[in-house]
Structures are given as C-alpha cells and as structure tokens.
C-alpha cells in the first residue's frame, strides 16, 4: 500500500486556508488543495473499498453511522458547501439531503434510513468530486470568505 501522507500544513493543523501571496500564487494553491482533495479522497478510498459491501451497510455499535452512510455524507457535504454555496451551482440529487444531514437523523436511526447502497454512494462521491475539481480549476480563491485563501476547499479536504 502507498503511504498516503497529508501536506504538512494539514498535518500540522494549519490546512485549513492558505496565503495565496498574490496572483500568481494563485495556481500553486490550487494545485495544492487539489492535491489535498484527491489524497483524502484515497485515504478513505484505501480505509474502505477493502471492506465487503455487508460490513459497509451494517451498523456496527449504535454509536457509529453505518459505514456506508459516511461515504455519501462526505461527498453530500462537499457538494453542499463547495458546488453550491462556492459555486452557486443546482443541487445533484436534493433528495437525498436529509438522509446525510448529521443534525437530522442521529447515529441510532441512519441504519434504517433509505441509505444508498455502496457502489452509488461512491459514484455519487465520485461524480461530485469531479465537479469540484472543474470548479476549483475556474475559483479566484479570493474575494469572499468561503473562497479566500481556498478555505471552504481545506475545510472539505479535512472533513
């Protein structure tokens, strides 16, 4: 297995916002969340796709989601906060908000919930993930507080 290793501003504690130092910075940081994007992505890519689609839907202990709830919440999460409060853009799939909606349905009940089953809930994350990718490549990083310095970018990276 890769050694898959976060930046160190990240690991430091620091990841989530950087100094863009002026324009021409402005590509460098994009790669840099882009790079931090994709290898959270394979983190848990790497914590979960060796696990047998049975143990991703089933609830554990009732203190933990099923697994499988998480891996849409965090694409759910990343499309609400960067395609559509950054980028303004149409939800995917709005009917599938309140199912991964953390405040809505506590641990204990998500197992009964009309959860994706896991090969959608990764093509679901996949497919916003590519979107936020195009939008990342077209962001100022600058010039609204969600934007500014990448910061709602850092803050997905670490959710």
Same mark, same amino acid.
């Given at each position: 297995?890769t050694?898959v290793?976060?930046p160190?501003? =990240?690991?430091?504690?620091?990841?989530?916002?950087?100094?863009?130092?002026?324009?021409?910075?402005?590509?460098?940081?994009?790669?840099? =969340?882009?790079?931090?994007?994709? &290898?959270?992505?394979?983190?848990?890519?790497?914590?979960?796709?060796?696990? $047998?689609?049975?143990?991703?839907?089933?609830?554990?202990?009732?203190?933990?989601? #099923?697994?499988?709830?998480?891996?849409?919440? =965090?694409?759910? !999460?990343? $499309?609400?906060?960067?395609?559509?409060n950054?980028?303004?853009?149409d939800?995917?799939?709005?009917? =599938?908000?309140?199912? +991964?909606?953390? @405040? !809505?349905?506590?641990?204990?009940?998500r197992?009964?919930?009309?959860?994706? #089953?896991?090969a $959608?809930?990764?093509? +679901?994350?996949?497919?916003v993930?590519?979107?936020?990718?195009?939008?990342?490549?077209?962001? #100022?990083? $600058?010039?609204a507080?969600?934007?500014? &310095?990448? @910061?709602?970018?850092?803050?997905?990276? !670490?959710?």
């Amino acid at each position: 297995m890769t050694d898959v290793r976060p930046p160190a501003d =990240i690991e430091a504690g620091t990841g989530t916002s950087h100094d863009t130092g002026g324009s021409g910075d402005t590509e460098a940081l994009r790669e840099t =969340i882009a790079a931090e994007l994709l &290898a959270a992505r394979a983190r848990t890519a790497a914590l979960t796709d060796c696990v $047998e689609d049975a143990d991703l839907t089933a609830q554990h202990s009732p203190l933990m989601s #099923p697994l499988v709830w998480d891996l849409a919440h =965090i694409g759910n !999460q990343e $499309e609400l906060w960067l395609l559509r409060n950054v980028g303004g853009r149409d939800p995917l799939h709005p009917e =599938i908000d309140p199912l +991964y909606d953390a @405040f !809505q349905h506590p641990r204990a009940e998500r197992p009964s919930l009309p959860l994706l #089953p896991p090969a $959608e809930a990764r093509a +679901y994350a996949h497919e916003v993930r590519g979107r936020v990718l195009d939008l990342l490549a077209a962001s #100022p990083l $600058e010039g609204a507080p969600l934007l500014d &310095a990448g @910061f709602a970018f850092g803050m997905i990276a !670490q959710h």
